[in-house]
């Protein structure tokens, strides 16, 4: 279509013309101001002057306030000497928060267009509250505030906004250098699974009692604070060999929010046809004041419906479901201006239909989970002159059933299973823990102390029973090989004692250099052992611009053994009955007992143990150097080099003791972690930023672990000692995430992801290890996947805000083999299948 003919362009109307050019000139300003309008905002922003003072009408330094407007941050402020502190911010509302270490958290809402005064005065109450803050960039900070082991930091809305789109504490955690997610689901941390790290939510340990996983976390929306610390120097933690995820949640603030994410669902579209819901995951949270000042009040509240697809099986028999709702509930409460008093509620009940389904285990040999998790708890913080003195009462409730989805057997092939799943089991764990934590005045002599003692009392129960059916095991020709049968067993009830004590000083001892020193005592009365943990981390800045700050340490660490270890005693016994070629028995059936060792004496000075079964004490002892600068304001880099060794892991493997067969659990596995990481946070733009790490790890260890038999998804087969690469053993990764502001209110965050494969382990007919084929040089290919979501804030009125946003995961399309051939009996063995194509997902969310 034209929009006039060659004539009448050469004599169309001059007014028409001026018209013309004119929306051609607004066209072009409008194009510039979006382009180039945030970067010459400042010109013409006000100056907001903020003053800080506490319950007396003093000046409090170094406090930082956070400025957002629609839910966009704005350039941070840090108060001076004086405290005061100043930005240049447009006209309008801005909503203030300060959550300053050592005061009640404030959050509130100021009109730069309707202020009175020049200067706007701020009260904050000296109820210290005891949490440890960490930045990526430290190096700015006061010497005497930083620690020896800082650990990284995640800001929660930025992992909220990042393509992954977590929706609980945990699923963010792989966005942390040397944090991955194993095929087997767990998280690891420092090359170990979850049982070898603590997870604490609000100082608060939250992992299960029996097996020592983490389970469901919060969701990601009430979380304020999210730190991942390996080998923490501070003596306050405890109950780990690995790494140590500590989590804040957030108060319900002096305003009412409301957020909606994700209301809409997604679709399962196959062939260009609907064929039902593929996944719902609407979540909201909510807070405010229920009395100004006084009582605050939050919650956070998330509904799963997912349907998991897994690529290597067909539709619809290729889907695990999970339900769940996921409610956190915390109320803040002011008692006097020396005290306060938090109170909160996580439940958290989940169902998983099909749970760990892949090509060899179809749905019908998969188990299924119903989980009903629990924990309130009741923090009280008390200002004692210039101290603090902060009570934490926590009770954990824990019931997990594992159902198969039939009474058939099992029967296994080097290609596959096929029947049921082989164990049911209902189990009830809980935990009851009093921790005390007393912060004294900094003191004087030699430098700054700040000394801080504590203790923990944690009183743990496991209580249940396992159920096991006939095994029948083929070779690839269908010829019978073995059985295994089991006894009945017998209910297990099971209670432990963890009493701690801890005492640590923060040593400052002039502006460039720290020292942490502590030293924790524990015991774990089921284990019959008392540990002592000895700890030194320094922090030093050698230049006078503190933009360089080395850090480093050495210290002991010590794992809480799972209460299902001292269960097994009660597990059905196996009896294993071997057949020849032509269906005959190779001898008679053999019987193996369940039965736990006495701990070998150890040279390890720290730990002390009676002699008795039983008698475990993990332990692992671990370094660290680190070296950070500080090149500009836009620039940080980090290097750093850990290396930890462990003894004394639980394992289990078959045995003769006596003449008698029996799988035996022992406490003499080992592991060794050495891990370089480079880290960069990148930061072009105000309140956007990028991270970007490359991580060379070595993870070994033994292989057969107690919890390859002993946790919620058993697996039938005890095999043999192997010393070899862990299941998170990954030599090479990089990765880079964070966002970029692009004009008309647009924002890309981009995810890019490069590894090594990880290790597997080959196995032979009879699904046993096979000891001359170590996972030292059997790995998946090399993994990548670049990911990237894009969102637009769209200004509905003064309230209401709408984010629609497209994610676009494996943008490459790259393969990335999901599952392998690793039974040397199988006729397709070492061949890599499997891949999650690129996917496209529509995201709208709602704030208010």
Same mark, same amino acid.
């Given at each position: ?113 309707? /202020? ?93 009692? %029996? ?6 976390s919060v969701p990601i929306d009430v979380v304020d604070s999210l730190h991942v610390l390996t080998s923490p120097y501070q003596a306050q933690y405890g109950r780990f060999t690995a790494g140590v995820v500590t989590a804040e949640t957030r108060s319900g603030g002096n305003k009412w929010h409301f957020d909606l994410n994700d209301p809409l669902p997604e679709f399962r579209i196959r062939s260009g046809h609907l064929r039902g819901l593929k996944s719902a995951t609407p979540r909201i949270s909510f807070g405010g004041p229920i009395v100004q000042n006084r009582a605050l009040f939050s919650e956070a509240l998330e509904f799963v419906d997912n349907k998991i697809p897994i690529r290597t099986l067909p539709f619809p028999f290729n889907e695990t479901k999970i339900t769940s709702v996921n409610s956190f509930t915390q109320t803040d409460f002011t ?11 996580? %439940? %958290?009940?989940?169902?998983? $239909? ?76 809980? $935990? ?60 297990? +009830? ?33 284990? %019959? ?34 209460? +299902? ?71 940080? /880099? ?50 956007? $930023? ?119 995961? +494996? ?23 499997? +891949? ?13």
């Amino acid at each position: 279509m034209k929009l006039w003919s060659k004539p009448d362009k050469e004599q169309r109307d001059p007014a028409k013309s001026v018209c013309v050019g004119s929306w051609v000139r607004r066209l072009v300003l409008f194009t510039l101001v979006g382009l180039f309008g945030p970067y010459l905002q400042g010109y013409q922003d006000e100056l907001l002057t903020v003053s800080i003072v506490d319950f007396d009408g003093g000046a409090v330094p170094n406090v930082e306030v956070v400025l957002r407007r629609e839910g966009k941050l704005l350039p941070r402020m840090k108060t001076g000497a004086d405290g005061r502190a100043s930005a240049r911010v447009g006209r309008g509302p801005v909503t203030l928060s300060i959550h300053q270490t050592g005061y009640i958290p404030i959050e509130q809402v100021v009109n730069t267009r309707s /202020m009175s005064e020049p200067v706007l005065e701020i009260r904050i109450l000296p109820v210290p509250q005891a949490r440890e803050t960490v930045n990526v960039q430290a190096a700015t900070e006061d010497i005497s505030e930083q620690s020896s082991s800082p650990g990284v930091s995640i800001e929660p809305t930025e992992a909220n906004e990042s393509p992954s789109r977590p929706l609980t504490l945990t699923d963010a955690l792989p966005l942390v250098p040397g944090v991955v997610r194993a095929p087997n689901g767990q998280t690891q941390i420092e090359g170990s699974g979850e049982m070898h790290s603590a997870l604490l939510i609000n100082s608060i340990d939250v992992s299960d009692p %029996a097996t020592g996983r983490f389970g469901l976390s919060v969701p990601i929306d009430v979380v304020d604070s999210l730190h991942v610390l390996t080998s923490p120097y501070q003596a306050q933690y405890g109950r780990f060999t690995a790494g140590v995820v500590t989590a804040e949640t957030r108060s319900g603030g002096n305003k009412w929010h409301f957020d909606l994410n994700d209301p809409l669902p997604e679709f399962r579209i196959r062939s260009g046809h609907l064929r039902g819901l593929k996944s719902a995951t609407p979540r909201i949270s909510f807070g405010g004041p229920i009395v100004q000042n006084r009582a605050l009040f939050s919650e956070a509240l998330e509904f799963v419906d997912n349907k998991i697809p897994i690529r290597t099986l067909p539709f619809p028999f290729n889907e695990t479901k999970i339900t769940s709702v996921n409610s956190f509930t915390q109320t803040d409460f002011t008692l006097t201006p020396r005290q306060t008093l938090t109170a909160s509620f996580h %439940a %958290a009940p989940q169902s998983i $239909r099909y749970a760990n389904l892949d090509f060899f285990s179809p749905q019908e040999v998969t188990p299924n989970d119903d989980t009903r998790s629990y924990t309130g708890a009741i923090t009280h913080r008390l200002a004692i002159g210039e101290g603090l003195l902060q009570s934490t009462f926590s009770l954990s409730d824990i019931a997990t059933t594992i159902s198969p989805q039939g009474n058939l057997g099992m029967t296994v092939l080097p290609t596959g299973t096929s029947g049921n799943y082989f164990a049911d089991q209902q189990r009830h764990s809980q $935990r009851f823990e009093w921790n005390e934590l007393w912060s004294l005045k900094s003191m004087a002599g030699l430098g700054m102390h700040k000394i801080q003692f504590g203790s923990s009392v944690a009183s743990t129960n496991d209580e249940g029973q396992l159920h096991a059916k006939t095994i029948t095991m083929f070779d690839g020709q269908g010829v019978k090989l073995r059985t295994i049968d089991f006894t009945p067993g017998t209910s297990f +009830n099971r209670g432990d004692l963890q009493p701690a004590v801890f005492v640590q000083d923060h040593w400052t001892f002039n502006s460039h250099l720290a020292v942490d020193a502590g030293i924790r005592a524990e015991a774990q009365t089921i284990t %019959a052992t008392t540990r002592i943990a000895p700890r030194i981390g320094f922090v030093w800045s050698p230049t006078a611009g503190e933009r360089t700050t080395v850090r480093g340490g050495i210290g002991a660490f010590y794992d809480s053994v799972p209460l +299902n270890v001292y269960a097994f005693s009660h597990y059905p016994e196996q009896i294993i009955t071997t057949y020849q070629l032509d269906g005959t028995v190779v001898g008679t059936p053999q019987h193996y007992l369940n039965l736990t060792s006495e701990a070998a004496a150890s040279e390890f000075p720290f730990v002390d143990r009676d002699h008795k079964i039983g008698n475990f004490a993990p332990y692992t002892v671990a370094w660290n150097l680190e070296a950070e600068h500080r090149f500009s304001e836009h620039l940080t /880099m980090r290097a750093k080099y850990l290396e930890s060794h462990g003894s004394g892991l639980v394992t289990i493997s078959p045995k003769v003791v006596q003449g008698q067969n029996a799988f035996v659990l022992v406490g003499d596995g080992s592991s060794k972690y050495r891990q370089f990481e480079l880290t960069a946070q990148l930061s072009l733009q105000p309140n956007n $930023r990028i991270y970007a790490s490359y991580v060379r790890s070595l993870s070994k260890g033994t292989l057969n672990e107690s919890d390859t038999y002993l946790g919620d998804f058993s697996s039938p087969f005890i095999r043999g000692d192997l010393y070899t690469n862990r299941a998170g053993d990954l030599p090479n990764r990089f990765l880079t995430w964070g966002s970029v502001a692009l004009p008309w209110k647009v924002k890309v965050y981009p995810m890019i992801e490069w590894r090594s494969g990880f290790p597997y382990q080959s196995v032979d007919v009879y699904q046993n290890y096979i000891q001359s084929m170590k996972a030292d040089s059997a790995r998946f290919p090399t993994y990548f996947s670049a990911d990237a979501r894009v969102a637009k804030d769209i200004k509905l009125n003064s309230k209401y805000t709408l984010r629609p946003s497209i994610s676009i995961t +494996n943008i490459t399309n790259h393969f990335n083999a999901l599952e392998v051939h690793a039974n040397t009996a199988d006729p397709q063995y070492g061949q890599f299948f499997g +891949n999650y194509d690129r996917h496209m997902r529509f995201d709208l969310d709602l704030v208010f």
